[in-house]
């Protein structure tokens, strides 16, 4: 089994900045890509950012140029750097990982229980 555990999100005002983290640990496992996700109140839960293990970024149209993904593999950990922060950034970020089991050769995706970001006006 794998575990996400996620940190960095709060509450802060529009135009300001908040570094989120995710730290992945479990059994033997290769991690494939991982990213971060979005929901907000009566929203369905969106990509925001995501990076594979070569490195290949996709973000959403509406956090390009705001929001930066990183990744420190040797700490099986990614980052998501938000600036220029809007309201409409409000929502519960949750970090996925896409792990394959290095004894079955399975892949599976596992996500973290999410942190609250709120972005006042």
């Known amino acids: 089994q794998v575990q996400l555990v996620e940190s960095g999100g709060g509450l802060v005002q529009a135009g300001g900045s908040l570094r989120l983290s995710c730290a992945a640990s479990g059994i033997i496992f290769r991690i494939n890509a991982m990213g971060w996700y979005r929901q907000a109140p009566g929203k369905q839960r969106e990509l925001v950012a995501a990076i594979t293990n070569g490195g290949s970024i996709n973000y959403a149209d509406s956090v390009k140029g705001r929001f930066t993904i990183s990744r420190d593999n040797a700490k099986n950990t990614v980052y998501l750097q938000m600036n220029s922060l809007k309201p409409e950034d409000t929502a519960v970020y949750y970090c996925?990982?896409?792990?394959?089991?290095?004894?079955?050769?399975?892949?599976?995706?596992?996500w973290g229980q999410g942190t609250q970001v709120t972005v006042s006006s």
């Open positions: 996925n990982a896409n792990v394959t089991d290095t004894r079955t050769w399975k892949r599976d995706d596992y």
